[in-house]
């Protein structure tokens, strides 16, 4: 259920968003009496052709004055660290060229290119050095975008809804906070004492991050302790916003239901609930409940089920059926209805007969994706347990 932000060093351009492909077919030449600004955002081969480029290129007239080139790109081969450069660049007819300093490993930068217009669009040929790596540059069919295109094309939709009404479109237990890249690792040094999960995706500083000085960190969390998660976040040093996102609880998998009769204390009583969801899934799967464990990170219910397998019925296999639920509150701060969303169920094949054994290797386990129409009948069986509702996703009602 869920990005370059071009924030050139000097540019005043803040906006963040994805760096577009360039348009071939709406290249433009400046008029001969303006001076305005034009933007390139990608230049083909730099770093094995995994750099994030905008070139930024401002005109008197037809001519280019001046340039900026911005380069963001793995710091080693393979790597998901990034790193940047700025070089400011003298134009002297078609050639280009500058030095600088990368931003994070501070190696030496020269760039030496030539720009040729050829009709509508551009060839940019030359080298540009990296510390001791030379990347060779022939990039054809480049168009340019004007200042007013560019901006267009940007966006600062992070994902984060500080005050949601209800969790429809976020989720109780999915959190992300943005912080200054400079505060980053004390931030995470924080989290240590907090009891909360952080998706390690989260954790990669993007070529939208430098070039913003803020990242992003997911956060999951049990949903009876996100609002208080979120109060503790907001109050430290370098946190610029803080909110619930997408997560788990896809709608089409989420019952909603009175929330009187399963509370204890004004919280959700997990052992009730946990008993009626193990009845309930071992009736519609015809199996029986091994075990049931809650989360005490994220608040999720891990539900262990097992029955005979219809496979040569002789040799007396099991199998194994996982589901996870999570139980949150419809609206933050509020305990009128509670949501349940559970996961398709992931079922293994064993022997656990006695030795010796069938070392089964089971490759076609179930997944969230071959499910989401509730082929077991679980979603639907749980929404009759719990006298509850489902999300009408075409009218986006509870019905």
Known sequence: MRAISACLLGLMVTAAGPAMAQNKTNAKSPPASANETRYFTSIDGLMDGNADVILRETYQGKTVTSAVLDVCYPAAKGSDRKDRFVANLAVNGQTMTGTTQSIGDKLP???????????????????IRVGQTVNNVVSTDNADLSEKEFRENQTNDDGIVPAPRDFTQVSPEAIAVKVKLDSAAQFLKHLKSQNVGIAVNSMAIS?????????????????????????NVKTQPGVTGAGWTSGLFDMERTIRFAAADWLDGGKPNRDKLATALGTAAAKVLSA???????????????????????????????????????????QPGAF????????????????????????????????????????????????????????????????
Not at 311 to 329: G, R, S
Request: aromatic fraction near 6%; charged fraction near 25%; hydrophobic fraction near 35%.
């Open 109 to 127: 930068v020269s760039v030496n290119l030539t720009r040729k217009q050829t009709g509508d669009t551009y060839e940019f040929k030359g080298q």
């Open 207 to 231: 070529c939208e991050s430098l070039r913003s000085g803020q990242m992003t960190f997911n956060l999951s969390v049990d949903p009876q302790r996100a609002a208080d998660v979120l109060v």
């Open 288 to 330: 029986q409940l091994a075990s049931s464990s809650w989360s005490d990170v994220t608040g999720k219910l891990r539900l262990v089920l097992k029955r005979p397998s219809d496979m040569f019925t002789e040799l007396a296999l099991t199998e194994t059926i996982e589901l996870n639920a999570m139980i949150a509150p419809d």
């Open 336 to 399: 009128e209805h509670l949501m349940l969303w559970v996961s398709a169920p992931s079922i293994t094949t064993t022997d656990e007969s006695s030795p010796p054994k069938l070392n089964l290797i089971d490759s076609n386990a179930d997944d969230d994706e071959g499910d989401q129409n509730d082929e077991y009948g679980i979603v639907d069986a749980l929404a009759k347990e719990f006298k509850a509702q489902r999300w009408d996703i075409e009218n986006t009602v509870w019905k």
